[in-house]
């Protein structure tokens, strides 16, 4: 089946995804929800096409290719990302979503998540444990130095026209105290629908679209 395969696919994107996720994902327009993605769910894992945890409640899912513990502590941070990619789908499509995407060796600057949500790229991080200021100003060096490489620059999704560098979002409860002037832009929300609500004119009679700013170009978030 079509909804087997993205399941699975989902499974080795995200690297794990609980029984809710998956639920919310693909069996809300159904009338019992959590039954059948309960039933879908012990058959493909009957099958051994998918890998599964009971130390979780709900149970949480693997896809067929990923080696992790079963206890693993990133387990929450994977599933905090997933909670990022459902919040995103709620204001609209995505059209890119990658986990963890890898850009050169060990130290190079690696996203949580780079998307690309109503043509804007943005570089994720989803920061859950607390940061020092010094670990926070030693991450966005590292994309500095991305930035400096310009190896994104050749990512197939670049435009014609004119080369650009995401935007890095920092969703984290905690506000930190950059120190830095970044030759990118650099948001700080709790959330993603927080940063979109920021977004929005506060006079609701100005007919501009918002904008992001960046020293490498502006680029319209269109809201509407």
Known sequence: MNRDKAIIDDLNRFRVMSRNDIMDLYFMNLKNPRQSANSVLKRLHRDGKIQRSTDFNPYVYFGPDISMKKNSAKIGHFLAIVEVYKEILQHGKVDTFQVE?????????????????????????????????KQINEKLDRYVDLYESKIIYSEPWQPLEKKIFPHVLILSDQRFPLDGKYPFKVIQAQTFTQFLQSLKPKDSKTPEPPKIKSSNGSIKVNLG
């Not at 060796?105 to 790229?121: H, L, N, Q, Y």
């Open 101 to 133: 995407p890898k850009y050169g060796s060990k130290g190079t600057a690696e996203p949580d998540i780079f998307c690309i949500f109503r043509k804007t790229p943005f570089f994720i991080e989803v920061q859950k444990t607390v940061y020092s200021e």
